[in-house]
């Protein structure tokens, strides 16, 4: 008996972790065929594309729930550890931005996440 509740105990440990683990970046999907690195770099493309949905609340003024993605070092923090893509794509287990609930496009998240996998360079 006290067997067979360790063991329940531990697959439905095994499950609850399973579910809660935040869906990677990697899962993104992006068909970047042709796509150079130089052609897609901080300063134009994801530099606009950060101020057209996410420094309107988080600067360095404002910096809505103590997020500033204003510059090159501050969005690079937030691109080093997922949270930029994970948030633009809505994935599971991250906040979902912007906060209006209209989604980045999908061009414009492959557009960041080509330039993260791509070193995130201050180019």
């Given at each position: 008996?006290?067997?067979?509740?360790?063991?329940?105990?531990?697959?439905?440990?095994?499950?609850?972790?399973?579910?809660?683990?935040?869906e990677?970046?990697?899962?993104?999907?992006?068909?970047?065929?042709?796509?150079?690195p130089?052609?897609?770099?901080y300063?134009?493309?994801?530099?606009?594309?950060?101020s057209?949905?996410?420094?309107?609340?988080?600067?360095?003024?404002?910096?809505?729930?103590?997020?500033?993605l204003?510059?090159?070092?501050?969005?690079?923090?937030?691109?080093?550890?997922?949270?930029?893509?994970?948030?633009?794509?809505?994935?599971?287990?991250?906040?979902?931005?912007?906060?209006?609930?209209?989604?980045?496009?999908?061009?414009?998240?492959?557009?960041?996440?080509?330039?993260?996998?791509?070193?995130?360079?201050?180019?």
């Amino acid at each position: 008996m006290k067997i067979k509740i360790t063991f329940t105990l531990f697959l439905t440990v095994a499950v609850l972790i399973t579910r809660c683990k935040k869906e990677s970046v990697d899962s993104i999907q992006c068909d970047t065929t042709g796509w150079i690195p130089d052609s897609i770099r901080y300063s134009n493309t994801v530099a606009p594309i950060l101020s057209q949905h996410c420094t309107g609340c988080h600067n360095s003024t404002i910096m809505q729930g103590n997020v500033n993605l204003s510059g090159y070092d501050n969005a690079k923090k937030y691109a080093d550890n997922d949270l930029l893509l994970g948030t633009m794509a809505h994935l599971k287990h991250y906040k979902k931005m912007p906060n209006d609930g209209t989604k980045v496009s999908h061009d414009k998240i492959c557009k960041v996440k080509f330039w993260i996998d791509n070193g995130a360079l201050n180019n």
